[in-house]
T-cell receptor, first 118, second 111 residues
Framework: GAVVSQHPSWVICKSGTSVKIECRSL??????MFWYRQFPKQSLMLMAT?????????EQGVEKDKFLINHASLTLSTLTVTSAHPEDSSFYIC??????????????FGPGTRLTVL | SQKIEQNSEALNIQEGKTATLTCNYT??????LQWYRQDPGRGPVFLLL?????KEKRKERLKVTFDTTLKQSLFHITASQPADSATYLC??????????FGTGTRLTIIP
């Protein structure tokens, strides 16, 4: 149980294009989903928190117009990197949470999406 | 400000021995601590959660302790195996839903 998937697992795109990453909770309803970014040998950095049906809350320094988050249902959240540039190349990971699952506070992570912008 | 430290960046342990990872914090005690495992190129996997009023939690070969006096959590893997090699992350939570990750401890089990 508590499986989270991401699609695609990797993507290569040209500079200036937009890329959409999907995050799905497969066997539970995610009241909250989180998007993280991880650069090589660094820790996961929280980008934004999203609750189904409401606007995402972005962390300081994360541009909301560049990283568009949509959490349209309790099982799907999408992150769109708009006008991607090489510095956006990173490992993007989503997680999902449901207070009724497990101990109530853990997050279940997707396998990640490797984005490379040429 | 609050600070969480894991004892080392890297730890090498002989197969079959117990691996012990340390997580220390300063100032305020977290409401609970979570331990995750992350393999290269993969998302973290939740392992165990321990609350501040719990002394110990176990799951198969894993054991976590939480000492609010020492401001420390210990994570043990008994009868370690090469497949246990990964980065282990101690993640505190101070009562809200956000998690703050460090770089963790990279554990290598040597056959």
């Amino acid at each position: 149980g508590a499986v989270v998937s991401q699609h695609p697992s990797w993507v290569i795109c040209k500079s200036g294009t937009s890329v959409k990453i999907e995050c799905r909770s497969l066997d539970f309803q995610a009241t909250t989903m989180f998007w993280y970014r991880q650069f090589p040998k660094q820790s996961l950095m929280l980008m934004a928190t999203s609750n189904e049906g409401s606007k995402a809350t972005y962390e300081q320094g994360v541009e909301k117009d560049k990283f568009l988050i949509n959490h349209a249902s309790l099982t799907l959240s999408t992150l769109t990197v708009t006008s991607a540039h090489p510095e956006d190349s990173s490992f993007y990971i989503c997680s999902a949470r449901n207070p009724g699952l497990g101990a109530g506070n853990e997050q279940f992570f997707g396998p990640g999406t490797r984005l490379t912008v040429l | 400000s609050q600070k969480i430290e894991q004892n080392s960046e890297a730890l090498n342990i002989q197969e079959g021995k117990t691996a012990t990872l340390t997580c220390n914090y300063t100032n305020y005690s977290p409401a609970y601590l979570q331990w995750y495992r992350q393999d290269p190129g993969r998302g973290p996997v939740f392992l165990l959660l321990i609350r501040e009023n719990e002394k110990e939690k176990r799951k198969e070969r894993l054991k976590v302790t939480f000492d609010t006096t020492l401001k420390q959590s210990l994570f043990h893997i008994t009868a370690s195996q090469p497949a246990d090699s990964a980065t282990y992350l101690c993640v505190p939570n101070f009562g809200n839903e956000k998690l703050t990750f460090g770089t963790g401890t990279r554990l290598t089990i040597i056959p």
